[in-house]
């Protein structure tokens, strides 16, 4: 009689299940990776209106979402600007879309009178925050 060669239903078994146990690991760490990284891209999308309402406010004008030159909808978040030329203050804000560990959430740069700018946010899991909104 031949000898019978291939896997057991048993050792099939415990292959399915050491790849469930896997998947069961690696799926919510992937989904932290793409929150952070819709986080992060939200960060990015408001960055660039920080020259533009330097400019403004050093010209005596008021920062709007339109003349610092952002989007107010993206794939990513939806904007705003607002600021205070007299007070020498300005504020860009996304509110994030996307992942719903992030959704709804807020990234808000903020410029003081003394002209520095701070990072924040609002409602953000600390495992979300940007690198670039983190205190040092």
Same mark, same amino acid.
């Given at each position: 009689?031949?000898?019978?060669?291939?896997?057991?239903?048993?050792?099939?078994?415990?292959?399915? &299940? +050491?790849? #469930?146990?896997?998947? *069961?690991? %690696?799926?919510?760490?992937?989904?932290?990776? @793409?929150? !952070?990284?819709? $986080?992060?891209?939200?960060?990015?999308?408001?960055?660039?209106?920080?020259?533009?309402?330097?400019?403004?406010?050093?010209?005596?004008?008021?920062?709007?979402?339109?003349?610092?030159?952002?989007?107010?909808?993206?794939?990513?978040? &939806? +904007?705003? #600007?607002?600021?205070? *030329?007299? %007070?020498?203050?300005?504020?860009?804000?996304? @509110?994030? !879309?996307?992942? $719903?560990?992030?959704?709804?959430?807020?990234?808000?740069?903020?410029?003081?009178?003394?002209?520095?700018?701070?990072?924040?946010?609002?409602?953000?899991?600390?495992?979300?925050?940007?690198?670039?909104?983190?205190?040092?």
């Amino acid at each position: 009689m031949k000898k019978q060669q291939g896997f057991t239903l048993i050792e099939l078994m415990i292959v399915v &299940a +050491i790849i #469930a146990i896997l998947a *069961a690991i %690696a799926l919510p760490m992937y989904q932290d990776y @793409v929150a !952070k990284s819709q $986080a992060t891209a939200g960060l990015a999308e408001i960055t660039p209106g920080k020259t533009q309402a330097e400019v403004l406010l050093n010209e005596g004008t008021t920062p709007t979402t339109a003349n610092v030159g952002l989007q107010e909808t993206t794939q990513r978040c &939806a +904007i705003t #600007a607002t600021g205070d *030329a007299a %007070a020498g203050t300005a504020s860009l804000a996304c @509110v994030l !879309k996307g992942n $719903a560990k992030v959704a709804g959430k807020t990234i808000t740069l903020t410029r003081a009178a003394a002209g520095t700018w701070a990072c924040s946010t609002t409602g953000l899991d600390d495992k979300y925050i940007p690198a670039g909104c983190k205190a040092p």
